[in-house]
């Protein structure tokens, strides 16, 4: 049985210049990639249209390549799975939004900020850890139209099973256990339409075949 290739990645936001935090995540993932001769994938995460700036694309690149940390998929390199640009990709992320609102695995959202912060609030001074209370994740179909005939624009949630465990083996940390009822409900589409980090980010790594991802304990 043939041993499959070793994938890491560099996935990057364009909203500034390279720090030594982003250098660190590179390094590793680098280093992890050529010590098994695998492949080291660069991508870019430039949904936030807002504070993504091609310039900072360009130094991103050219940093890399001075520090030595060449990549063998991405742009400026090719390969099967691109394009490697994330605001390239919506209509990727379009066909997998319609499948999971096919398999009711997602809802629309039309919680305002100051009522998502409201509850946040009251989950704090209860002693809980802040998540989603499921405000619309019962709608009817009737009272979803009468909400977008008023004009208003939905997120888009995750439905996350209730009462389950999430396991899986941490590279670094071993084995890792988490309960669903202490995620809560995610947005995978803001209001605006654009794709949320969390999920362009988990389809493109599967799509992209990555294996290991080496990156900072805040994601």
Not at 20 to 35: E, M
Not at 71 to 78: C, H
Not at 122 to 145: D, F, N
Not at 189 to 210: E, K, Q
């Amino acid at each position: 049985m043939k041993t499959p290739i070793i994938k890491t990645r560099f996935a990057p936001s364009p909203t500034g210049l390279i720090h030594l935090g982003n250098v660190r995540t590179a390094l590793f993932n680098a280093l992890y990639a050529y010590r098994h001769q695998g492949v080291f994938l660069l991508r870019i995460e430039d949904t936030d249209l807002e504070r993504s700036q091609t310039e900072y694309v360009q130094q991103l690149m050219s940093d890399l390549q001075w520090l030595g940390l060449n990549w063998q998929e991405g742009p400026q390199v090719g390969g099967e799975h691109g394009p490697y640009y994330q605001s390239e990709r919506n209509e990727i992320y379009a066909r997998y939004y319609a499948l999971l609102e096919q398999y009711h695995a997602v809802y629309p959202c039309f919680c305002t900020p100051s009522e998502l912060e409201l509850a946040r609030k009251l989950q704090r001074v209860a002693g809980q850890a802040p998540r989603y209370t499921g405000t619309c994740a019962h709608l009817s179909q009737a009272e979803i139209a009468a909400k977008l005939d008023r004009g208003l624009k939905p997120t888009l949630r995750f439905r996350v099973p209730h009462g389950q465990k999430i396991e899986f083996i941490d590279l670094v940390k071993g084995a890792q256990q988490f309960a669903t009822d202490d995620i809560g409900d995610f947005i995978i589409r803001r209001a605006d339409g654009t794709p949320a980090f969390f999920f362009c980010n988990a389809i493109d790594d599967a799509l992209m075949g990555v294996t290991q991802v080496f990156r900072g304990d805040d994601h």
